[in-house]
């Protein structure tokens, strides 16, 4: 194994420059129950660039700073990025079975805070509190790197299937319980995880309305939309909902862009309430529209709309 690689490395907030590219940083050695991957595609989230500009503050630490989960922050600098990370297994640590070298697959990005799955309360994910994919090789739980063998997939599709867009979309729709036949509302349609819900709400059987912009309409819906509703001209916004489901409420809604739309997604829930089978759910997993969602309290508690938020990761 080659003692160095090349990496991009953050070398601290701020823009595109602050992402240094370096030829000689030490290849990770795998520790007792890691493998060591090469790294063959790497996919680019959201999520890099918020951490890239420190736009995950928190009241006392200023408006540009790390996310910390009440303590210490866990990017510290330099960093190699990159959440989603697909390659092969080159090398394994003690008490890793050597079969498993060769081994194609996907890294599951979680920084567990303990040994349980089912619940992360201090999300980090690597390339954050972690090195991660933007390097040729990466250091990783034996455990968190899934063999998928798939030859349909090639590397590149299956990093950019990662698990920072669609694992959070899977747990935006599992949590609001989605069902087969429900209209589903999905904002900021067009990211990574905006995509991954739509394609999910049709496996699911659901019906996904996509909130965009026009130009973006015809590829959201070859990838599954039943239709597509501008995001401009706010007053109009939840009328020309409601004109695209015939008149009935959505079901559900998937919000990823918060600010003042939230109130009108909610709006378009709690129309024709005795017609509805569930009550109004909101899964809220970014506020890419700034870091605020704004929600009026008697449009929840007269609604019963259930909401659910997402800290898988910041
Ligand atoms: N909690 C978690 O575990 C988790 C995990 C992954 C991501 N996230 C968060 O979820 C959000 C989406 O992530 P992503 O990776 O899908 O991002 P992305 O690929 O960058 O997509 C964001 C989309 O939001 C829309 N948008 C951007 N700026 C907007 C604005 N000012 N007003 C309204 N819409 C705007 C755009 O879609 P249109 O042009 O189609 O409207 C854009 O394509 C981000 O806030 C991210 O930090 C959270």
Not at 112 to 131: M, Q, S, W
Request: with cysteine; hydrophobic share 40%; aromatic share 6%.
């Amino acid at each position: 194994m080659p003692t160095t690689m090349a990496a991009m490395l953050l070398t601290g907030h701020g823009g595109i420059e602050k992402l240094e590219y370096h030829q000689d940083v030490a290849t990770p050695q795998p520790k007792a129950g890691e493998v060591l991957v090469q790294v063959t595609a790497t996919a680019k989230n959201n999520t890099d660039r918020k951490a890239r500009e420190g736009l995950y503050p928190t009241k006392d630490k200023g408006d540009v700073t790390s996310f910390a989960m009440g303590g210490t922050p866990t990017l510290t600098f330099p960093r190699i990025q990159g959440a989603d990370v697909a390659g092969r297994i080159v090398a394994v640590g003690e008490g890793v079975d050597a079969k498993r070298i060769g081994q194609r697959g996907l890294l599951d990005f979680n920084i567990y805070a303990d040994e349980r799955r089912d619940i992360n309360l201090t999300p980090d994910y690597y390339g954050h509190g972690a090195d991660g994919g933007f390097a040729e090789y990466i250091a990783v739980p034996a455990e968190q790197f899934y063999h998928v063998p798939n030859p349909e997939l090639h590397d590149a599709e299956l990093a950019s299937m990662g698990m920072c867009s669609y694992q959070t979309a899977y747990h935006m729709m599992t949590a609001a319980k989605v069902g087969p036949g429900e209209r589903v509302l999905v904002s900021g349609a067009s990211g990574g995880v905006g995509t991954a819900l739509i394609q999910l709400c049709r496996i699911v059987g659901a019906i996904p309305y996509a909130v965009s912009q026009l130009d973006k309409a015809e590829a959201l819906k070859a990838l599954g939309a039943e239709t597509v509703i501008d995001r401009g001209d706010l007053p109009t916004f939840v009328e020309r909902v409601l004109e695209s489901t015939g008149g009935k409420p959505i079901d559900a809604v998937m919000d990823l862009v918060g600010g003042e739309m939230t109130n009108l997604f909610i709006d378009t829930m709690i129309v024709d309430m005795q017609g509805r089978k569930s009550y109004p759910r909101l899964s809220i997993a970014g506020a890419s529209g700034g870091n605020l969602s704004e929600m009026m309290d008697p449009h929840l508690s007269l609604s019963s709309t259930d909401i659910w938020r997402f800290p898988r990761h910041p």
